[in-house]
């Protein structure tokens, strides 16, 4: 490939102001984070793509097992008579369930549904296990693939198969069975927060946006940069509808049969559709320095001159040992242009180049993919400044997702201002908590209720937005993926 005709990567992505959902899928795909599989609805995660999932699976599984849950592995095959138990819940998935009808060359007696979700199977299984208090809590997560017969797809946001966490839990009493509830809300909202760089809003979903055979389900709701919500992560108080459907009863300390209370929480790979809507720019990828599979790329300017490929890979090994994970990127096949377009697109937070002036100053070269301001680091101690300088992108993504969802989330006392304020953004409004009023809104703007903040204080109005009936609830409204 001759070195001056080289494109220029950043000519094949669609702005995103001329269309976002080009661009997003112009990201994921020179981005190499993913594939369309040959069966429909499916996507084929490529190493990049996956390095990222394996990154978010290694942060929340230990936040899972500090508080108290261990990890299990169900079978993806559900009966379909333990799938009809619960009527709330198979009405809610009747539609997206894929069946096995026959095994081999013999046609099954009863079908077996590709799991949706565990609930039935965990249930069917806690009631073998439990028979007294002293079995109680059980909390457990398993890490699978689920499989929702979508109709339309997109990769990462909606596939027919993907990747994700599913925590079942069972407690003795209500009152603990909330708590676990919103204490794995609060764990998803951290993780978000704080290793994701993505600003959220938590709170209860309505009845009718709730999850199928739950009680209440509390939701974190994402901003995309085109101002819809992605809802992050999911998680549901049960109460005991479950558990009085299959039976699942312990003996109390008072000699007593009583129902266990349930819960279950997950999130799935969708968060690398967050990450990239909410953190991509023209260039393509920004990560999160906590997710990207490769913190610091090295590139050697001249590296054919003594002493710079020797010099860079000491850096390498330097940046490694401090435990960062590094790329060195020594080839000689294309130039430094193409490499700097390359790893922009691919989002890398942080790139060092080191070339014989850098080495005779005794520096190296950075620029950050989140601003792309470059600068001079001191060779000695680079590696204290490297993870400082990337703890830095990190808030520093924070701050502008933050900023642009304060800049567009509105307030509004009437239909009017709801319809426009969800052209861009979410609406915190007003609602009596009426189902009619949710389905008119979404019938005449297509968005839909988000969540209900916990604080309720600060209410927009006194009445409803959409009947204007003495008005319940504080509520988020945004049109969603």
Same mark, same amino acid.
Not at 96 to 111: F, H, N, P, S
Not at 161 to 174: D, R, Y
């Given at each position: 490939?001759?070195?001056? %005709? /080289?494109?220029?990567? =950043? #000519?094949?992505?669609? @702005?995103?102001?001329?269309?976002?959902? +080009?661009?997003? !899928?112009?990201?994921?795909?020179?981005?190499?984070?993913?594939?369309?599989?040959?069966?429909?609805?499916?996507?084929?995660?490529?190493?990049?793509?996956?390095?990222?999932?394996?990154?978010?699976?290694?942060?929340?599984?230990?936040?899972?097992?500090?508080?108290?849950?261990?990890?299990?592995?169900?079978?993806?095959?559900?009966?379909?008579?333990?799938?009809? %138990? /619960?009527?709330?819940? =198979? #009405?809610?998935?009747? @539609?997206?369930?894929?069946?096995?009808? +026959?095994?081999? !060359?013999?046609?099954?007696?009863?079908?077996?549904?590709?799991?949706?979700?565990?609930?039935?199977?965990?249930?069917?299984?806690?009631?073998?296990?439990?028979?007294?208090w002293r079995d109680l809590p059980m909390k457990y997560n398993q890490w699978c693939s689920v499989m929702r017969w979508e109709?339309?797809?997109?990769?990462?946001?909606?596939?027919?198969?993907?990747?994700?966490? /599913?925590?079942?839990?069972?407690?003795?009493?209500?009152?603990?069975?909330?708590?676990?509830?919103?204490?794995?809300?609060?764990?998803?909202?951290?993780?978000?927060?704080?290793?994701?760089?993505?600003?959220?809003?938590?709170?209860?979903?309505?009845?009718?946006?709730?999850?199928?055979?739950?009680?209440?389900?509390?939701?974190?709701?994402?901003?995309?940069?085109?101002?819809?919500?992605?809802?992050?992560?999911?998680?549901?108080?049960?109460?005991?509808?479950?558990?009085?459907?299959?039976?699942?009863?312990?003996?109390?300390?008072?000699?007593?049969?009583?129902?266990?209370?349930?819960?279950?929480?997950?999130?799935?790979?969708?968060?690398?559709?967050?990450?990239?809507?909410?953190?991509?720019?023209?260039?393509?990828?920004?990560?999160?320095?906590?997710?990207?599979?490769?913190?610091?790329?090295?590139?050697?300017?001249?590296?054919?001159?003594?002493?710079?490929?020797?010099k860079a890979t000491e850096l390498a090994k330097t940046l490694e040992a401090a435990g960062l994970r590094v790329e060195l990127?020594?080839?000689?096949?294309?130039?430094?242009?193409?490499?700097?377009?390359?790893?922009?697109?691919?989002?890398?937070?942080?790139?060092?180049?080191?070339?014989?002036?850098?080495?005779?100053?005794?520096?190296?070269?950075?620029?950050?993919?989140?601003?792309?301001?470059?600068?001079?680091?001191?060779?000695?101690?680079?590696?204290?400044?490297?993870?400082?300088?990337?703890?830095?992108?990190?808030?520093?993504?924070?701050?502008?997702?933050?900023?642009?969802?304060?800049?567009?989330?509105?307030?509004?006392?009437?239909?009017?201002?709801?319809?426009?304020?969800?052209?861009?953004?979410?609406?915190?409004?007003?609602?009596?908590?009426?189902?009619?009023?949710?389905?008119?809104?979404?019938?005449?703007?297509?968005?839909?209720?988000?969540?209900?903040?916990?604080?309720?204080?600060?209410?927009?109005?006194?009445?409803?937005?959409?009947?204007?009936?003495?008005?319940?609830?504080?509520?988020?409204?945004?049109?969603?993926?």
């Amino acid at each position: 490939m001759a070195k001056n %005709k /080289e494109p220029a990567f =950043v #000519e094949h992505i669609t @702005p995103r102001s001329e269309d976002f959902s +080009q661009w997003y !899928t112009d990201v994921i795909l020179k981005a190499d984070l993913v594939d369309y599989a040959p069966v429909r609805g499916c996507m084929v995660i490529k190493p990049y793509g996956y390095g990222i999932w394996e990154l978010i699976q290694k942060e929340m599984d230990a936040r899972f097992k500090a508080t108290g849950h261990s990890n299990v592995y169900f079978p993806m095959l559900i009966p379909e008579s333990l799938l009809l %138990k /619960e009527a709330e819940h =198979v #009405e809610g998935f009747a @539609p997206e369930v894929a069946w096995v009808t +026959q095994g081999g !060359t013999e046609k099954l007696q009863e079908r077996l549904a590709i799991r949706p979700t565990s609930e039935t199977l965990f249930c069917a299984m806690y009631s073998k296990w439990v028979q007294s208090w002293r079995d109680l809590p059980m909390k457990y997560n398993q890490w699978c693939s689920v499989m929702r017969w979508e109709k339309s797809t997109r990769p990462f946001l909606r596939t027919s198969e993907f990747l994700w966490q /599913e925590g079942h839990t069972i407690h003795a009493t209500p009152e603990e069975a909330q708590e676990e509830t919103l204490l794995m809300l609060e764990v998803y909202r951290e993780f978000s927060e704080n290793v994701m760089n993505i600003p959220v809003f938590t709170g209860q979903k309505s009845d009718k946006e709730k999850f199928a055979g739950a009680r209440a389900t509390y939701s974190m709701e994402a901003m995309m940069q085109d101002g819809k919500a992605l809802q992050a992560g999911t998680s549901h108080n049960f109460g005991t509808n479950f558990a009085e459907v299959f039976d699942i009863q312990y003996l109390s300390k008072d000699g007593k049969l009583e129902y266990v209370h349930e819960t279950s929480w997950g999130v799935s790979t969708r968060l690398i559709g967050a990450l990239i809507m909410t953190h991509g720019d023209e260039r393509g990828l920004r990560l999160p320095p906590k997710l990207a599979p490769i913190q610091v790329v090295i590139l050697p300017i001249a590296a054919h001159k003594p002493g710079v490929l020797d010099k860079a890979t000491e850096l390498a090994k330097t940046l490694e040992a401090a435990g960062l994970r590094v790329e060195l990127d020594d080839r000689d096949t294309v130039s430094a242009g193409w490499k700097f377009n390359e790893w922009e697109l691919k989002g890398v937070p942080l790139r060092l180049e080191l070339g014989p002036r850098d080495i005779a100053q005794g520096q190296v070269t950075f620029v950050r993919r989140d601003t792309l301001e470059k600068g001079q680091l001191p060779l000695e101690g680079i590696a204290r400044a490297a993870r400082d300088l990337l703890e830095e992108v990190g808030r520093a993504l924070y701050r502008q997702a933050e900023e642009f969802k304060d800049a567009h989330t509105y307030i509004a006392r009437n239909m009017e201002e709801l319809t426009e304020g969800v052209q861009t953004g979410f609406v915190r409004a007003s609602w009596c908590g009426c189902r009619e009023c949710e389905d008119e809104i979404k019938e005449k703007t297509t968005a839909t209720s988000r969540n209900m903040p916990f604080d309720q204080s600060d209410m927009p109005s006194d009445v409803c937005v959409c009947c204007g009936k003495p008005a319940a609830k504080v509520m988020y409204f945004a049109k969603a993926y």
